[in-house]
């Protein structure tokens, strides 16, 4: 039906950049909200930054400042910039959407992850 797939992760420095991607595919009538979540090692699954499809967003205290979150409604992806990264940022990132599969239905859907690590 749908699947988002995201890209961008990889091994960064302290201080550094990265920009993460997920694309969503499918039987895709409208996407609605879209979001990135990320999970360290031994700690629950934690929302990082939301959007709306018209483009309001919002972001963890953690975050706020250093991300920004963005996206492309013809495209049906969703962009998270990440700046002045820090150790503790180290997660796998999930990206997250609302998406109608029909005129009538919705359903929220899950990509299975992409690593960063920030580590000297």
């Known amino acids: 039906q749908v699947q988002l797939v995201e890209s961008g992760g990889g091994l960064v420095q302290p201080g550094g950049s990265l920009r993460l991607s997920c694309a969503a595919s499918?039987?895709?009538?409208?996407?609605?909200?879209m979001g990135w979540y990320r999970q360290a090692p031994g700690k629950e699954r934690e929302l990082v930054a939301t959007?709306?499809?018209?483009?309001?967003?919002s972001y963890a205290d953690s975050v706020k400042g250093r991300f920004t979150i963005s996206r492309d409604n013809a495209e049906n992806t969703v962009y998270l910039q990440m700046n002045s990264l820090k150790p503790e940022d180290t997660a796998v990132y999930y990206c997250?959407?609302?998406?109608?599969?029909?005129?009538?239905?919705?359903?929220?859907?899950w990509g299975k992850g992409t690593l960063v690590t920030v580590s000297s």
């Open positions: 997250n959407a609302e998406i109608y599969y029909n005129y009538y239905n919705s359903g929220t859907f």
């Open positions: 959007i709306t499809r018209s483009v309001r967003t």
């Open positions: 499918g039987n895709i009538i409208s996407t609605v909200a």
